[in-house]
């Protein structure tokens, strides 16, 4: 018999709302970036939020994501030879299930391939129809079959930088200007590293632990951790693995913050007492390791433009347990302090060609124009906090980019035009091997971190 209904006529049986999988949570994520331009790191992290995958599955939804939009152009291109009318006439839903499954079958081992098939035509079914399932299954199946002679890229384009972004999943423009510089070898090395997942980096909050301590309490968590290898408070996290919401996080015993980050800093060499102006500041892990290195003895201004952003520095200097941190809502571009810093740091907005692999939807977004449309606000950046820099006192420029425009030949326009300053060697205070004529120089190819771009500068004791 069926329950009676309330005074409301309503009935009283509870709506069960069904728990997305992993590989669903993956496929909204992949889109709603292919259909709305959103930003995947973001979008991920709300819906493993909201989604309650317990942490393996939530690294799994991860990797599903962050792989198939790494590899994103090689698995079109192999669909398009599968797909009669080409992969881009499809369905978005079904488009992404179909890059998805491809993705598992090609690159993950430990899938079974039965099982990246048969979940694919279960979504298929639940975004699309039978029809759409139809075609998802036949379609890979047909590729299963045919597995171990797959077409090659680069044995049938003849354009060699096209073959060369199509095999290594890279906009065609990025492929031509790294060859150009870099030369054939050391452009793929560079183009393949990108497509390895970027290793989860950790930066000790000495004020609260040291490494090897850090190393063993995650190890007492599953995860394991080894030693950087450019910083002393890095640690380097085998895995996808969800961070937040650990004690040790919530504690503040690390902050998650690629090496090529924790060297800036570490280039700055902040001084107990003094003062230190830190523009473009957010999310906050720059400040607060000015402030954990010299026990929060001194102030520093924390300069964002975006009331949001500079929440998330508050939150961090809080969860770090740090003081002397002054947030400061303003424009970089302007005056922000009424004496000048002892130490002033312009980590400037830029390209993010250097954290590609980190940012796996990032290289479908970039083009050369958007790189090129902020040099001038670098320029002006590094100006402004040159102005508010004491005589005899240093400035940082840094950038999450190995662009040349965006580093070195920044700093070569800055110091043409500012002959009161003048270049410090970054090798005075950072392993030499990640020192490049004087500046710090990443590459993720050479070195495992980042790719980035750090010089020191000095004004020069007699200026004005």
Known sequence: MRPAPGKSGRSRRRVRVRQKSAREVA?????????????????????????GLEARDAAFATELVNGT??????????????????????????????????????????????????????????????GTAGLTNAVLRKILREQESLPDPEALIEDP??????????????????????????????????????????RVNPGRTDRETLRRTLAGHGIQAEAGRWSRLSLRVEGNIVLPGLPEFDSGLFFV????????????????GETVLDLCAAPGGKTCQIQEARNSSGRVVAVDVQANRLSRVRENAARMGVSGVEPVLADGRQPVLGEPADRVLVDAPCSGLGVLGRRADARWRKTEASMRALLPL?????????????????????ACSTEPEEGSRQIAAFLAGHPDFESEDAAAFLPPEVVTEGALLLYPHRHGTDGAFAARLRRRAGAP
């Open 378 to 398: 670098q320029a002006d950046l590094l100006a402004a906090g040159a102005a508010q820099v004491k005589p005899g006192g240093t400035l940082v420029y840094s």
């Open 161 to 202: 930088a096209l073959a060369l972004a199509v095999a290594t999943s890279h906009p065609q423009w990025l492929v031509e200007r790294w060859v150009r510089r870099l030369g054939d070898v050391e452009a793929r090395a560079l183009l393949e590293a990108e497509n390895r997942p970027s290793p989860v980096c950790l």
């Open 27 to 51: 496929l909204h994520v992949l889109y709603h970036v292919d259909t709305r331009k959103a930003f995947a790191d973001l979008l991920l992290n709300q819906a493993l939020r909201d989604g």
């Open 69 to 130: 939009l790494r590899l994103r152009a090689r698995l079109d291109w192999i669909l398009d030879r599968y797909v009669q009318a080409g992969v881009d006439t499809l369905p978005a839903w079904i488009r992404n299930i179909l890059r998805l499954g491809l993705y598992q079958m090609l690159y993950l081992d430990r899938v079974p391939v039965h099982a990246a098939v048969d979940e694919s035509v279960k979504l298929a079914r639940i975004y699309g129809h039978s």
């Open 257 to 272: 913050q690629d090496e090529s980050e924790t060297l800036v800093v570490e280039l700055l060499d902040p001084r107990p």
